[in-house]
């Protein structure tokens, strides 16, 4: 009797042993990870879509490296003046070059005015360089930090007091040539902005400084900041202090320092494309869709009509979080 029960106890255990290996061996295989992978990636279909689309861009932008022609087209997101590459003018940049010239930018408010009321921000979300960037700070596995809605709010001024100092500025330097002064070409007279601008000194001044010689990457590269201008060592500090920023803050460049996202703004709170909340949402879904946005818009501003924010870039992050309740849509 004692050998038949051992017996029975030893293969009830064989059995057990061998169910848990052959568990151990599927939740550790291949294609269970694989299928894993595809599933979180359906959980963020339109992030997807939209990182393929930023990719493209940024290649299409900076194409004249791939002997792709120059146009003198301005396009409604931000390209830094000294870009090596870029194949046609960020908006701002355009509108800054033509004030300084003592002309009225028509075409550029053109552009910025049809754009944001017809899609939004959406190009800053999809299509700029500067934008992509941000997204790359905020993917860092750093804990990030929540801008309360008033401050975010609040903080959207500093970008309008840039906006209102480079015209000031620049359409001075366009009266005084108007008047036939001679007014030295130099960036702050042509280019206020991006005279200051870190992502210029980013998609510009490093390429030259690198490529030049002025700068190393090795373990030189402390000494060789003795080679470049005392203002290239201040917009470098800059440019670390904006970094910094945007790892914990997500886009906090796009929304509080960039001039063309916030003359976009302006236009796009009633644009026509939007994100639309469907009818049978519940009210207790609505604080999710704000934490899934990069931009800190407010559960407040989702609403059945669209989303009611300057901010908002249609990216879709609230859309992959929230399927079954949010949507893009034509705004009522």
């Known amino acids: 009797m004692e050998r038949v029960t051992c017996s029975i106890h030893f293969r009830s255990y064989r059995t057990w042993a ?38 493209t861009f940024l290649f299409v932008l900076n194409g004249t490296f791939i002997g792709l022609s120059r146009i003198p087209a301005p396009l409604p997101i ?33 552009v910025f005015f049809l754009t944001g009321a017809t899609f939004g921000r959406m190009f800053c979300g999809w299509a700029c360089p500067v934008g992509f960037w941000q997204d790359l700070m905020s993917w860092l596995p750093i804990p990030k930090v929540k801008v309360g809605r008033t401050d975010n709010r609040g903080l959207v001024f500093f970008a309008w007091s840039l906006v209102v100092i480079s ?35 980013l998609f510009g001044t490093l390429y030259y400084a690198f490529s030049w010689g002025n700068l190393t990457l090795d373990g030189n590269f402390i000494s060789s900041l003795d080679n470049v201008d005392w203002w290239v060592r201040i917009k470098l500090i800059i440019l670390i202090i904006m970094a910094f920023v945007s790892i914990k ?7 509080w320092i960039c001039p063309t996202g916030a003359i976009l703004g302006a236009c796009s709170r009633y644009s026509v494309l939007t994100v639309k909340v469907n009818e049978d949402a519940s009210n207790d879904e609505y604080s999710s869709y704000a934490a899934a946005c990069p931009m800190g818009v407010s559960a407040s501003e989702f609403t059945t009509e669209g989303i009611n924010d300057s901010l908002c870039t249609a990216c879709g992050n609230c859309i992959d979080a929230n399927p079954d309740s949010l949507s893009f849509g034509i705004r009522e």
């Open 18 to 55: 061998i169910g848990e290996v052959r568990m151990a061996t599927a939740v550790d295989s291949p294609l269970f990870v694989l299928n894993n992978w595809f599933r979180s990636l359906g959980q963020k279909r339109i992030r997807i879509v939209r990182l393929i689309s930023q990719i």
């Open 78 to 110: 931000q390209l830094p003046v000294g870009s090596p590459f870029v194949v046609a003018w960020g908006g701002f940049q355009a509108m800054q070059y033509v004030i300084s010239r003592g002309q009225f930018p028509f075409l550029v408010l053109g």
């Open 167 to 201: 015209i000031a500025v620049l359409g001075i330097s366009g009266l005084e040539r108007l008047g036939g002064t001679n007014v030295s070409p130099d960036a702050r007279n042509q280019m206020f902005f991006d005279s200051l601008d870190p992502m210029g000194f």
């Open 249 to 255: 803050v997500p886009r906090a460049y796009c929304r």
